[in-house]
């Protein structure tokens, strides 16, 4: 009975956070400098439940091929490697879709994301992530 009420409110916040709340929770871990990555491959915590499955699919295949998968990086930094400075979150909600630039230095460099979310009955979740090398949607040829 405890447990059940520990999970309550823990899944209310998730569903009741805002687009700002949830790439803030995202990318804070970045701003570490041991930081090794979000694990991306739990894709139900952060992506779309469409964008969620292409990524399931993809990873299942090439793995079955012993093969890399098309997402070969961390998508929510666009890099293989990193050293983040810098990072800024910023976020703009128009009904049960938002969109969030995160600005930061990679090694230096600067770089910015640009992360579209969608309200879901688990909260927001990504619907595709944009950066100069191209965008998740179209990587795995979705609309």
């Not at 569903?15 to 700002?20: D, K, L, N």
């Not at 041991?34 to 964008?51: I, M, N």
């Not at 990679?106 to 688990?122: D, E, M, R, S």
């Given at each position: 009975?405890?447990?059940l009420?520990?999970?309550?409110?823990?899944?209310?916040?998730?569903?009741?956070?805002?687009?700002?709340?949830?790439l803030?929770?995202?990318?804070?871990?970045?701003?570490?400098?041991?930081?090794?990555g979000?694990?991306?491959?739990?894709?139900?915590?952060y992506?779309?439940?469409?964008?969620?499955?292409?990524?399931?699919?993809?990873?299942?295949?090439?793995?079955?091929r012993?093969?890399?998968?098309?997402?070969?990086?961390?998508?929510?930094?666009?890099?293989?490697?990193w050293?983040?400075?810098?990072l800024?979150?910023?976020?703009?909600?128009?009904?049960?879709?938002?969109?969030?630039?995160i600005?930061?230095?990679n090694?230096?460099?600067?770089?910015?994301?640009?992360?579209?979310?969608?309200?879901?009955?688990?909260?927001?979740r990504?619907?595709?992530?944009?950066?100069?090398?191209?965008?998740?949607?179209?990587?795995?040829?979705?609309p």
């Amino acid at each position: 009975m405890v447990t059940l009420l520990l999970v309550a409110p823990l899944s209310a916040n998730a569903q009741g956070q805002t687009p700002q709340a949830f790439l803030e929770e995202l990318y804070r871990p970045y701003r570490q400098k041991d930081f090794k990555g979000q694990p991306y491959w739990e894709t139900s915590r952060y992506f779309a439940p469409d964008l969620a499955a292409e990524i399931d699919k993809d990873m299942a295949a090439a793995s079955k091929r012993n093969e890399v998968p098309l997402l070969d990086g961390d998508p929510f930094i666009d890099a293989q490697d990193w050293e983040i400075t810098d990072l800024t979150v910023a976020s703009s909600v128009d009904g049960g879709s938002a969109k969030g630039a995160i600005s930061f230095k990679n090694a230096g460099q600067p770089k910015t994301v640009t992360v579209f979310l969608v309200q879901t009955p688990k909260g927001w979740r990504i619907a595709d992530i944009v950066s100069p090398n191209g965008s998740l949607r179209k990587l795995y040829k979705l609309p």
